[in-house]
């Protein structure tokens, strides 16, 4: 069974830190590309950024560029996020989602995580 | 970017009703649409893919249609459990983006 688990989630000042992490179990997972996509309280899905399986290709959304980084470690079965410079408007759950498919890259998500709070607040 | 417009933003139906949910696309995207299903505290679940590829252990009742710019996901009969919000996403291109989301609701 297809398992994603994220952590690493809390509450953060402006302008602090944060690494999230997704800890993959039930599949190949260095056969798949990975993505983060976030929910702000109340509203709607928005991507953040995707990881192609071999990390050879690296997406984000405009929102985030230059303050996340994602990154993949294929022996330990894990995705990360490392959110710098953090906003308010980066409060949200944050979802680790696998792409449905071992081909291409940011594609439809088959499989999600519970997801992992993160509140950036004085 | 290509932007994702999805409609309508709420809809009110009772059980047995047929329920369909647009989203259009400000460019071609070649099918590369995928649809899901939220329910409030859940993470989204994968409905449908390639626009109408139905994922493994979806019912029936949902399909999914379109083509170039213009997709439908449809609910042939709606059951309980099908009370939630739906988006579309797109993911022909970089960034990804998906729908505003629409939020059934039992009438």
């Known amino acids: 069974e297809v398992q994603l688990v994220e952590s690493g989630g809390g509450l953060v000042k402006p302008g602090g830190s944060l690494r999230l992490s997704c800890a993959a179990s039930?599949?190949?997972?260095?056969?798949?590309?990975m993505n983060w996509v976030r929910q702000a309280p109340g509203k709607g899905l928005e991507w953040v950024s995707s990881?192609?399986?071999?990390?050879?290709?690296?997406y984000y959304a405009d929102s985030v560029k230059g303050r996340f980084t994602i990154s993949r470690d294929n022996a330990k079965n894990s995705l990360y996020l490392q959110m710098n410079s953090l906003r308010a408007e980066d409060t949200a759950v944050y979802y680790c989602a696998r792409d449905k498919s071992p081909q291409g890259v940011a594609a439809a998500g088959s499989h999600w995580g519970q997801g992992t709070l993160v509140t950036v607040s004085s | 970017d290509i932007q994702m417009t999805q409609s309508p933003s709420s809809l009110s139906a009772s059980v047995g009703d047929r329920v369909t949910i647009t989203c259009r696309a400000s460019?071609?995207?070649?099918?590369?649409l995928a649809w899901y299903q939220q329910k409030p505290g859940k993470a989204p679940k994968l409905l449908l893919y390639a626009a109408s590829r139905l994922e493994s252990g979806v019912p029936s009742r949902f399909s999914g249609s379109g083509s170039g710019t213009d997709y439908t996901l449809t609910i042939s009969s709606l059951q309980p459990e099908d009370f939630a919000t739906y988006y579309c996403q797109q993911y022909y291109s970089t960034p990804v983006l998906f729908g505003q989301g629409t939020r059934l609701e039992i009438k």
């Open positions: 460019q071609g995207i070649s099918n590369s």
């Open positions: 990881i192609s399986s071999s990390s050879s290709y690296i």
């Open positions: 039930g599949f190949t997972f260095s056969s798949y590309s």
